[in-house]
């Protein structure tokens, strides 16, 4: 692969590293941590990577918190 069509790949991967970053600060922002948020490392194999955030695993008590902070901002 030649440098010019690694820019582009470059790119996606900053975006997608952002991307997690700004969850991870949201999500911080009301007390929850997702331990394994990371980017997943087989979206961005290849010459075309295709970067995707790998929210991960986490504790039952954390998905419940979660899913009570989603509840009150969609009601």
């Known amino acids: 692969m030649e440098m010019a069509e690694r820019r582009p ?3 996606k991967i900053r975006e997608a590293q ?4 700004e ?3 949201a ?4 007390g929850i941590t997702l331990p ?3 980017l997943d490392a087989v979206s961005l ?10 929210l991960g ?13 989603l509840r009150r901002c969609s009601g």
């Open 27 to 30: 999500l911080k922002g009301v």
């Open 57 to 69: 695993r986490c504790a039952p008590e954390v998905a419940r918190r979660l899913a009570e902070v």
């Open 36 to 38: 394994s948020l990371s």
């Open 9 to 11: 790949a470059t790119g």
């Open 45 to 54: 194999a290849g010459d075309f990577p295709r970067p995707l955030v790998d």
């Open 23 to 25: 969850l991870r600060t």
């Open 18 to 21: 952002e991307a997690r970053d």
